[in-house]
């Protein structure tokens, strides 16, 4: 198991990548935070993996909320004396943020969106790495997209968001590089996640089309980006730090 005695937070657990990511972790020997604000999503995954003999506890937490934040770190070094991984899955995604033009937007919706998707990575990171600093060790691993690396006409408050997620996670990991702390992110392409199910029933978007579209002929499972997130919270990827994998079946290359 490559996560023996490791303690990982994971935001956005309750469903899809993340509750993948909070099961591998476990699975790999880590004890794991379950973070959501769906409160019941959160207690049933963490339930499920103490069951299956892991070691889970579930946190709600807004990540737009600096306070619910800081609580929840509080509460994992409580419980488990360190945090030493940090999964930022949490966003604000699914049918109600695509394919809405700029000209279609509102203000109130970007300041929504910034809120969880860009200033909600920034807070969790900065629960925590003041605790990876004294310890000497850690990882940060957030999504992010290749909205953000191309510009999605209908996605542009996401892909602007996205883009800031991965220039962000380059500067911190400069940041730390020395102190034994590694950032990198994880930019999944299209992936059979709830919300993602949603929006394509939304759009009209079958299986011809991802095979149209995917060189691999078919959209990703949420095990696929979760695996990709253990190896680079492993001591395999001890030595990889300030980059933006892209897993989407060749959609983008």
């Excluded at 509750?19 to 959160?42: C, F, K, L, P």
């Excluded at 542009?156 to 991965?166: C, D, E, H, Q, T």
Aim: proline content about 3%.
């Amino acid at each position: 198991m490559e996560l023996v005695g490791k303690v990982g937070i994971v935001t956005g657990a309750a469903q899809g990548m993340g509750r993948a990511t909070a099961e591998a972790m476990a699975r790999e020997g880590a004890s794991v935070v379950v973070s959501d604000i769906n409160e019941e999503g959160a207690k049933k995954v963490a339930s499920a993996i103490n069951k299956s003999g892991g070691k889970a506890i579930s946190v709600k937490v807004d990540i737009s909320k600096e306070d619910e934040v800081n609580r929840m770190v509080e509460k994992t070094i409580a419980e488990f004396g360190r945090v030493d991984i940090l999964v930022n899955v949490a966003a604000l995604a699914g049918p109600n943020v695509y394919y809405k033009s700029f000209v279609d937007s509102q203000p109130r919706e970007w300041r929504h969106e910034l809120d969880i998707t860009f200033v909600g990575t920034l807070l969790c990171c900065k629960a925590v790495i003041g605790h990876m600093l004294k310890q000497e060790y850690g990882r940060i691993i957030s999504i992010s997209s290749d909205a953000g690396k191309t510009g999605f006409a209908h996605l542009p408050i996401y892909s602007a968001l996205k883009a800031g997620v991965s220039g962000f996670s380059r500067a911190l990991a400069l940041d730390v590089a020395t102190k034994g702390i590694t950032v990198n992110c994880v930019s999944p392409g299209t992936i059979k996640t709830p919300g993602q199910i949603e929006a394509m029933a939304k759009l009209s978007f079958g299986d011809d089309v991802l095979k149209s579209n995917i060189p691999m002929g078919r959209a990703g499972e949420p095990e696929d980006i979760a695996n990709m997130i253990v190896f680079l919270a492993s001591d395999k990827g001890r030595f990889i730090t300030g980059q933006d994998y892209s897993v989407n079946g060749g959609f983008r290359m």
